[in-house]
């Protein structure tokens, strides 16, 4: 028994660090997304039935893909496939030369970074949702199972099974080609999956609470995704950015929770506990952005602000000013309610609760901020710290009546109930 | 979860070694960080030259010693090292297997963390 449960340990290993190149070269012979994972999975199948027979071959990657072409010819003899006959053979002669090749397992990686950057951007393609998106790139590039990304985004497996069936079928549908964009079309098609890759971060990240292995571990994911995206696409400033921001961010996961779980406030923070690692790594990918010109651009603008924070070694010696700053920059860049908001409160830092509370105010009337919790939140900060203490503690209660995060409440009602102390 | 891989050579494998011999593994193993580098399991790698040309420097009681390799007490020597960006054990095992020098040297998986072993 328990050789049996390594043994399939070991194969899942395999198949976590196979599946992306698998999927990819296999995706650039038969030029379609989904047939390409079906023969994945296909192979897959055959070595959970072998291997525990065989034992695990000495190169289970050349192993899996030589599987997987066998069954891509036969798919190809069937006529199974869309295209055309002609391309049908010039595409068997391909194939067949490739299982011929002296060394399959070297032969695996001679178009590995491309065939990794087309299969990014077709998982990523905006004709999807973007859950959509991002299940199927976690599916493809991270080789998650079904059931894990269904853990990781905390939705029941069958519904990602349904999205991961109906992004391939739109693909196919669609008849999505199997490559990098050029031109014009990269710029909105690349932001397509910076936009992606941060939202799989996100999902790891804000899942403090989250005793489930799964979610800490999809940040690790994503960085890895952009970490690969950098490599491939090395000149574009963007994903650097987004790669900075990260690596920035998650630095300081060790000290965003308390003892019992509860979430600790940036300036609250132990920094002690921040990777450094993690944190030099980030201000590199920053530097990257900025030397490449793209310092004005929404990723390395939000990098440079967690970078403001990572570099001070102390909350008081936060660069406020900088902050309050970069946040103009980055409103100007991508105009939005809650990055208002956070500029505002940088420049209650920088400048005093009499300059914010003016930005604060004008956000009032701002409909997508109706029922968001952190404005009255910081405007009840503000307002505390001008003296104003029965407004404060009105705006504080709003505030804990609208989040939906029980330990957020407690923390609300508790500075509520400070104030009202304050202003007697 | 890093882990790294450190190629276990024996030291008078590596010293008799001929510079084509040589010059075919290491092409062999840049091959193989490509691949782990565009994949995105690779966060750092080398080979080191030879024990012979290199040193081993301690300080007990307020004395310093330096004694020049080859290390002739040791057979094995550090050849190179893979710095793997992966989940598990079980992937840094996967991807050790993977590697060309498993076919003339050993290659030990090792988990990145503390540098002791009792608890609290």
């Known amino acids: 028994m328990a050789a049996a449960s390594e043994t399939r340990r070991a194969i899942d290993a395999v198949w976590r660090i196979e599946s992306a190149r698998l999927i990819a070269g296999l995706a650039r012979i038969v030029r379609d997304v989904g047939v390409a994972e079906d023969l994945a999975q296909e192979a897959l199948v055959a070595a959970l039935e072998r291997w525990p027979e065989t034992g695990i071959p000495d190169k289970p990657g050349a192993w899996l893909m030589a599987t997987a072409k066998h069954r891509a010819i036969d798919l190809l003899r069937r006529g199974t496939l869309l295209e055309r006959k002609h391309d049908e053979l010039a595409r068997e002669l391909e194939i067949d030369r490739e299982l011929n090749a002296p060394d399959l397992d070297a032969a695996l990686d001679d178009h590995i970074g491309d065939d990794l950057l087309r299969l990014i951007f077709v998982a990523c393609h905006p004709v999807l949702s973007t859950e959509a998106r991002a299940a199927l790139t976690l599916r493809l590039l991270g080789g998650l199972t079904t059931d894990e990304i269904a853990r990781a985004f905390l939705v029941p497996e069958t519904t990602v099974a349904q999205r991961i069936v109906r992004a391939k079928r739109t693909l196919a549908d669609k008849r999505v080609p199997f490559e990098v964009p050029r031109g014009a079309d990269m710029a909105a098609r690349l932001s397509s999956v910076l936009e992606v890759i941060y939202l799989v971060f996100n999902e790891g990240y804000s899942a403090t609470a989250g005793d489930d292995w799964m979610r800490p571990a999809l940040c690790e994911d994503a960085l890895r995704l952009g970490r690969i995206l950098a490599r491939l696409v090395p000149d574009e400033p ?170 957020e409440r407690e923390l609300l009602l508790a500075r509520a109930a400070g104030w009202a102390r304050g202003a007697s | 979860m890093p882990f ?44 080191l030259r030879s024990d012979a040309e290199g040193v081993r420097v301690a300080a007990r009681g307020g004395k310093r010693t330096v004694v020049d390799g080859p290390f002739t007490e040791s057979k094995e020597i550090v050849g190179g090292f893979f710095l793997l960006d992966c989940r598990t054990m079980e992937e840094a095992i996967a991807i050790a297997h993977e590697c060309p020098a498993t076919e003339w040297a050993e290659v030990e998986v090792r988990e990145i963390g503390r540098c002791w072993e009792g608890n609290g």
Request: hydrophobic share 45%.
């Open chain 2, 4 to 47: 790294m891989l450190l190629v276990m050579e024996k030291g008078e494998e590596r010293r008799a070694r001929t510079a084509p011999e040589g010059e075919a593994a290491y092409a062999r193993m840049l091959a193989f960080a490509d691949g782990l580098t565009k994949r995105g399991l690779l966060k750092a790698c080398d080979s």
């Open chain 1, 238 to 407: 963007e994903v650097h950015g987004l790669v900075a921001l990260m690596e920035i961010q998650a630095s300081r996961s060790r000290a965003r929770t308390g003892p019992s779980g509860e979430p600790v406030l940036l300036l609250d923070q132990n920094r002690a506990l921040w990777d450094q690692v993690l944190v030099r790594r980030g201000l590199a990918a920053l530097e990257r952005a900025e030397a490449l010109g793209g310092a004005g651009g929404p990723y390395a603008l939000q990098a440079a602000i967690a970078a403001c924070h990572a570099r001070a070694r102390t909350a008081d010696e936060t660069d406020w000013p900088r902050i309050a700053a970069l946040y103009e920059a980055l409103a100007r860049r991508v105009p939005s309610p809650v990055v208002e908001l956070n500029r505002a409160v940088a420049v209650g830092m920088a400048f005093g609760p009499a300059a914010a509370l003016p930005l604060v105010d004008a956000l009032a009337s701002e409909p997508s901020l109706q029922g968001y919790h952190l404005l009255p939140s910081v405007r009840g900060d503000l307002l505390a710290k001008l003296g104003r203490f029965d407004e404060a503690r009105a705006e504080c209660e709003r505030a804990a009546s609208l989040t939906r995060n029980a330990r």
